[in-house]
């Protein structure tokens, strides 16, 4: 009876956390909070055996506060996860991902860039390890350490990243021209930055042709990578006559 008892809750919880899953997923704030409190009370009247549940719990709940800006309540939530995940389950998994990555996006808020950089690489980490991780998931991850990364001149790190959100948007996954466009946009810049001219033409031009196929010619972000190419090619011949 007692085993009878305890895969019923843990039934009842999974299909309570599902319902506020969907609720998020409907923007549906108040329905979400509501299915994640009746899964707290079956939780509370459970046996200890299902103490493996309580990271997930807060884990929602962690994101329903981080959903409604109340950022210190969800910090707690998501370190308490974390810590209790970490109990039951291997490092890499699905919760302590997630709960990772909003970390690292308060800290980011935050402007605490140290902090946020070391919780989203370890998300990302973690998200690439699991089959479950949705490409754009990590992605977007990816976007906020480039973000840092650039925002802290170190353009090395920063460009590794960005190669590897290319590659994921240009394989199996087939992001959006926009996607890939900002992409090869971003690696002109920082190539320009660092005077590698070659690289960053190269990318630009790349860009360009995205463009010019998604836009026209006469579109504000295809005169902007031509405006980079000419900036570029004028520097080129600068230089040249330079030297004559």
């Known amino acids: 009876k007692k085993s009878n008892s305890k895969i019923l809750k843990h039934l009842n919880l999974t299909k309570l956390i599902k319902l506020n899953i969907n609720a998020l997923a409907m923007n549906d704030i108040a329905k979400a909070e509501l299915e994640l409190q009746k899964a707290f009370q079956i939780f509370d009247k459970s046996p200890s055996s299902l103490g493996y549940k309580k990271g997930e719990l807060l884990s929602h709940l962690g994101t329903i506060y981080f959903l409604k800006q109340k950022f210190v309540e969800a910090e707690a939530h998501f370190e308490q996860a974390i810590k209790i995940q970490s109990r039951y389950f291997r490092q890499k998994n699905s919760v302590n991902g997630d709960c990772l990555a909003k970390l690292g996006s308060i800290y980011l808020m935050q402007n605490k860039k140290v902090a946020a950089l070391k919780n989203l690489e370890k998300a990302i980490s973690i998200k690439v390890s699991l089959v479950e991780s949705k490409n754009q998931e990590i992605i977007d991850i990816y976007n906020q350490v480039i ?98």
């Open 147 to 244: 973000e840092i990364l650039i925002s802290q001149e170190k353009f090395k790190p920063a460009i590794n990243r960005l190669q590897k959100v290319l590659y994921k948007l240009q394989g199996l996954y087939g992001g959006s021209d926009n996607e890939i466009i900002d992409v090869l946009f971003k690696l002109g810049m920082i190539y320009m930055t660092i005077e590698k001219e070659a690289l960053s033409l190269e990318h630009f031009e790349k860009a360009l042709r995205l463009c010019v196929k998604t836009y026209g010619n006469d579109h504000a972000r295809t005169k902007e990578v031509i405006q980079k190419i000419n900036e570029i090619k004028k520097e080129k011949i600068e230089d040249s006559l330079q030297f004559e």
